[in-house]
């Protein structure tokens, strides 16, 4: 079956300006999870959403935000974006959540300049 | 404190030797993954513990629930295991993550 898709898988933009980023979980999956990774903070848990609704929220400022579609694919969107916003960006399906049985994707690596 | 704290930061092994990274946490649990990324970023979900052991191949698992501590091994270590090996807990709809352990395998 189908894996985790993220796209794009690179991006680069300008500070200031704002980013939307996808994830299209496995098929049946009603939890999509986001987070961060940076070489100075490491992994960091960003929100979870499960049958469009935000279930669970890290330690993140306003601008990260996201949503799930009816379909359970999910969008984080990312505005004024800072030097500091450069990361990979994970997203992890999983059928409820709960701590059992995700699935990553390849991630969307994003570059601020 | 770390919710998650993993040793060591770095390995650095010889081909066919056998390899343990540690995990200890302080958050209740629902399960425990062993994460695998190779550079590029992709990650990869080796396993999934909520309690005992687990054989995949040459890797395996194990954790004690009362002791808050988890296991990776590899077994007969090769080249293509270099890589980061993430151990994040799930707790409720949250996952907390170690800082990884960075492995190379020397031939």
């Known amino acids: 079956k189908a894996g985790v898709t993220q796209t794009p898988r690179y991006l680069i933009k300008t500070r200031g300006q704002q980013v939307t980023l996808s994830c299209s979980p496995i098929?049946?999956?009603?939890?999509v999870s986001w987070y961060q990774q940076t070489p100075g903070q490491g992994l960091q848990f960003l929100f979870e959403?499960?049958?469009?609704?935000?279930?669970n929220k890290g330690n993140f400022p306003g601008r990260f935000s996201g949503r799930q579609f009816s379909n359970s694919r999910s969008e984080m969107n990312v505005s004024t974006l800072e030097l500091g916003d450069s990361a990979l960006y994970l997203c992890?399906?999983?059928?409820?959540?709960?701590?059992?049985?995700?699935?990553f994707g390849s991630g969307t690596r994003l570059t601020v300049v | 404190k770390n919710e998650v704290e993993q040793s060591p930061q770095n390995l650095t092994a010889q081909e066919g030797e056998f390899i343990t990274i540690n995990c200890s946490y302080s958050?209740?649990?629902?399960?425990l993954h062993w994460l695998q990324q190779h550079p590029g970023g992709g990650i990869v979900s080796l396993f999934m513990l909520s309690s005992g052991k687990k054989k995949h191949g040459r890797l395996i698992a194990t954790i004690n629930i009362q002791e808050k501590h988890s296991s990776l091994h590899i077994t007969a270590s090769h080249p293509r295991d270099s890589a980061v090996y993430i151990c994040a807990v799930g707790e409720g709809n949250q996952f907390y993550f170690g800082t990884g352990t960075s492995l190379t395998v020397i031939p």
């Open positions: 098929s049946g999956h009603r939890s």
């Open positions: 992890a399906s999983a059928p409820l959540g709960g701590g059992y049985g995700y699935t």
């Open positions: 959403y499960f049958s469009e609704t935000q279930r």
């Open positions: 958050v209740g649990i629902s399960a």
